[in-house]
């Protein structure tokens, strides 16, 4: 079962727009919620992070939203530029057990950004 | 740069073959994770460690797959009697636990495995 779920698999905007991609979950247990890039032949990066006893975290031209009302989170860049083209993956961490720490990505969305 | 480290970066094999990668973790973590990804998916977790114990292994892991942290330090992961759809990037990540600050995990480049 897929319990982490990116719908879009891609997404274009253009340069100095927003780019808002979004990751739906299932699972209640999960405590954090990441965002990762990832460029093509490297390791994903961490980008951003949010707990679930929060609704919003900034960093910079990154925010991330959580609805966990709706298992819904989003991730919005503002201005996009050419170099945040990549792909992004939501995750999310199990919040105990022996699965405490591990993280379930979705499938990613890649973002062009268009100059 | 003390990150994770992996090698080799790329493997190319034929079907059957056995493979080893290796995975050198962040020093200070004592968690250490295997994932796998392929084209258009994101990665899926494979089995992970804490120091030398193997806590976790994914219900999805063939038995030709094993991994490996003799001492709590580096990890290996083996693929006997390879097949065409192990071709996949394999990542390792590390991170510290318990952490009061939330870090999330480090990842590798990875190795991209190609199978013939």
């Known amino acids: 079962d897929q319990q982490v779920k990116q719908n879009s698999p891609s997404l274009s905007v253009q340069e100095g727009r927003i780019s808002i991609l979004n990751c739906d979950y299932t699972?209640?247990?999960?405590?954090?919620f990441l965002w990762y890039k990832k460029y093509p032949a490297e390791g994903p990066t961490f980008l951003i992070s949010i707990s679930s006893i929060k609704d919003k975290n900034e960093d910079g031209r990154f925010t991330v939203f959580l609805n966990k009302s709706a298992k819904h989170l989003s991730l919005h860049i503002v201005p996009s530029q050419p170099g945040d083209s990549a792909v992004y993956f939501c995750a999310a961490r199990h919040a105990g057990g022996t699965s405490y720490g591990k993280l379930t990505f979705g499938q990613g969305t890649i973002l062009t950004v268009h100059p | 740069d003390t990150g994770v480290s992996q090698n080799p970066r790329h493997k190319i094999t034929k079907r059957g073959q056995n493979v080893t990668f290796r995975c050198d973790p962040i020093s200070e973590h004592n968690r250490l994770y295997w994932y796998r990804q392929t084209l258009g998916q994101g990665p899926e977790f494979l089995t992970y460690?804490?120091?030398?114990?193997?806590?976790?292994k994914s219900r999805l892991l063939s038995d030709r797959f094993s991994a490996e942290r003799p001492k709590g330090s580096f990890s290996t992961l083996e693929i006997q009697r390879t097949e065409q759809g192990d071709s996949a990037m394999y990542l390792c990540?590390?991170?510290?636990?318990?952490?009061?600050?939330?870090?999330?995990?480090?990842f590798g480049n990875g190795t991209r495995l190609t199978v013939t």
């Open positions: 699972n209640s247990m999960f405590d954090y």
């Open positions: 990540a590390s991170s510290r636990v318990p952490d009061p600050y939330n870090s999330p995990l480090h």
């Open positions: 460690f804490q120091n030398e114990a193997q806590l976790e």
